[in-house]
C-alpha cells in the first residue's frame, strides 16, 4: 500500500507561482513513476508531468516550459514547480505513483490550485 499526500495548493494570480509537494509513503519498491495530474470542473484528468526513477521528465505541451517537474528519493518526495500561472491552470491538482508491471497506480487525495485572472 502507498499513501500519497500532497500540499502546496492554494489561490494566486495570473502570472504567478506555486510549489507543490507530494510525500509518499508505505511500500514504495517497484513504483518507478511519479507524476501529477490535474482535472479541472467538468473536464476530464490530464497529466501534467511525470519524472522516472532514472530521472526522466516528460511534460504535457501546454504547461511545457512553465512547470518543472523534481523528486528527492531521499524524502520520497516529489515537486511540482509551476510558474507563470494562467487562470486555464486552475484545477484540483493529483499526486500519482505508478509501477509498470503489473500495473498499478496510487492517488493522493488531490490540492486545489486557482489562478484568477
Known amino acids: 500500500q502507498v499513501q500519497l499526500v500532497e500540499s502546496g495548493g492554494g489561490l494566486v494570480q495570473a502570472g504567478g507561482s506555486l510549489r507543490l509537494s507530494c510525500a509518499a509513503s508505505?511500500?514504495?519498491?517497484?513504483?518507478?513513476?511519479m507524476g501529477w495530474h490535474r482535472q479541472a470542473p467538468g473536464k476530464q484528468r490530464e497529466l501534467v508531468a511525470t519524472i522516472a526513477i532514472d530521472g526522466r521528465t516528460n511534460y504535457a505541451d501546454n504547461v511545457q516550459g512553465r512547470f518543472t517537474i523534481s523528486g528527492d528519493n531521499a524524502r520520497n518526495t516529489v515537486y511540482l514547480q509551476m510558474n507563470s500561472l494562467k487562470p486555464e491552470d486552475t484545477a484540483v491538482y493529483y499526486c500519482?505513483?505508478?509501477?509498470?508491471?503489473?500495473?498499478?497506480?496510487?492517488w493522493g487525495q488531490g490540492t486545489q490550485v486557482t489562478v484568477s485572472s
Open positions: 500519482s505513483a505508478t509501477r509498470v508491471s503489473p500495473n498499478l497506480r496510487y
Open positions: 508505505g511500500s514504495m519498491r517497484g513504483f518507478n513513476v
